[in-house]
């Protein structure tokens, strides 16, 4: 069941329920759903079209909104960070990131992170919480009218990715379930094809995505191409080794229609992980496993003060990726946006930057 009171995190379907219940019509549920998502209303006395005394009641029991933006930093390249908060207290995070044609915002599935990868700031902040599905789609709700202004038409169309604080896949549940909403025809209309979720390897969890019947894209966060260097950066390795982790990842390739790939993606730590020789480990690993619908995402590491790894210089960037691809795998660099306001990968920790330009509020 969905949270009881937050009705963003209802499905439609719910929303029909639980007015029945309340005695209301049928079609008074469905311009709820409309407001919460389609219009991207966050209270239920903006909805004008619904009876004062239907807001009352809705105000009394239930909530349009559970999350409050706390601050907001534009990067000089145009990403946007927002730091927001749970009812209580918690931190959760988002970033919108323009392209030309097409708009990425970056969410948060869980507040903080138990995985404790690291080279990743959010693994600091340990886990707070994990997010209800109303928590993740109103950051969706939130970023946007942010940018657009309550309800305003997206131009370019909208990419998630579930890639902010958390594992997803230690939230699957209200991920899923967030997922499913926001593909609704008469909310948000983000199909899945749309959205990628990352998992730092959480075997079963994979295992359950493959078999969804509309699922999103998926990457797989590598970083490592043995088991010693990879129990070291990422501790998850331990409970589900690179062995399972890629008989997993060739189980969900099985699953891809023509034309489909997946995605490794692999933080480049200079002088840990980016020689030529691992370079040419993990291209063995990847024919080892037979695996052919897999392109390489390679992140450049965005360092921070809390955290004990460099970049890898940009020509051993060029290296690894040349060798990758001289082995018959497909490999892409990775820009880093929104370094200078923290929004960048591994970079979530809800700092709060009394230095850096706020947007200002409206
Ligand atoms: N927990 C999920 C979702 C987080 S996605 C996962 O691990 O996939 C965040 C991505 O940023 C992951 O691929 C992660 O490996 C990467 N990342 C973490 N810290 C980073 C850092 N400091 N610099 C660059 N990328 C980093």
């Not at 079209?49 to 909104?65: F, G, V, Y």
Request: hydrophobic fraction near 40%; glycine fraction near 6%.
């Amino acid at each position: 069941m969905p949270d009881r009171t937050h009705l963003t995190g209802y499905s439609r379907m719910e929303l029909i329920a639980l007015f029945e219940e309340m005695g209301e019509p049928r079609y008074r549920a469905d311009q709820v759903f409309r407001g919460l998502h389609e219009r991207r209303l966050t209270s239920f006395d903006a909805m004008t079209d619904l009876p004062k005394t239907l807001r009352e009641r809705l105000n009394e029991t239930a909530a349009a909104s559970a999350l409050k933006i706390e601050s907001r930093y534009t990067s000089v390249d145009g990403t946007r960070r927002f730091l927001m908060r749970t009812l209580d207290g918690n931190p959760v995070e988002a970033v919108f990131i323009p392209t030309e044609n097409r708009d990425t915002i970056c969410f948060s599935s869980q507040s903080g992170c138990a995985l404790d990868c690291d080279f990743c700031l959010t693994a600091k902040l340990g886990l707070l919480e994990n997010l209800t599905a109303g928590e993740i789609i109103e950051q969706i709700i939130l970023v946007l009218n942010d940018v657009y202004g309550v309800g305003g038409e997206t131009p370019h169309g909208t990419n998630l990715v579930a890639m902010g604080e958390g594992e997803p896949f230690m939230n699957f549940k209200n991920l899923t379930r967030a997922i499913e909403i926001m593909a609704d025809e008469k909310g948000l209309f983000i199909v899945p094809g749309r959205i990628t979720v990352s998992t730092a390897g959480v075997v079963p969890k994979i295992h359950e995505f493959a078999a969804l019947e509309r699922r999103p894209n998926l990457a797989i966060s590598l970083s490592a191409a043995n088991d010693e260097l990879r129990d070291r950066i990422m501790p998850v390795n331990k409970r589900w080794p690179i062995n399972e982790l890629l008989s997993a990842a060739k189980n969900f390739e099985k699953t891809l229609k023509r034309g489909e790939r997946f995605t490794f993606e692999y933080v480049l730590l200079g002088g840990v992980n980016d020689s030529d020789e691992q370079a040419q480990e993990l291209a063995g690993l990847i024919s080892r496993h037979n695996l052919r619908k897999v392109k390489v995402n390679l992140i450049p590491h965005n360092p921070a003060e809390q955290l004990e790894y460099q970049p890898s210089t940009p020509e051993q960037v060029k290296r690894f990726k040349a060798i990758l691809e001289s082995n018959g795998v497909s490999a892409y660099v990775r820009t880093p946006r929104g370094r200078d306001i923290y929004a960048a990968c591994g970079q979530l920790a809800a700092k709060q930057e009394p230095n850096l330009v706020q947007i200002a509020k409206r």
